[in-house]
């Protein structure tokens, strides 16, 4: 799970900012370790569309480019 550090609000965020979020527990994938606790992840708001007040949420899209571990090693995120 991700905990978000950049607040992103559909009304204001634009498309291609950047953002941060938090690994807010160790991942684990068949029994193995992938991702610590407290690991950055690093991305861009890939697509906004605005809400409309009483009638729609709006919606914001993100993608992630770079993992940074706690030891301040990092790994790319390819898209699949």
Excluded: C, W, Y
């Excluded at 068949?30 to 729609?56: F, I, M, Q, W, Y």
């Excluded at 949420?57 to 090693?73: A, D, M, P």
């Amino acid at each position: 799970p991700l905990r978000m550090d950049t607040h992103l609000r559909s009304g204001s965020t634009r498309a291609g900012e950047p953002f941060t979020a938090t690994v807010s527990r160790q991942v684990v994938v068949d029994g193995r370790a992938v991702l610590p606790e407290g690991a950055k992840v690093e991305g861009r708001v890939t697509s906004v569309t605005p809400g409309e007040r009483g009638r729609k949420s709006g919606e914001i899209e993100i993608g992630f480019e770079r993992i940074v571990f706690t030891n301040g090693n990092s790994i790319p995120v390819k898209p699949r």
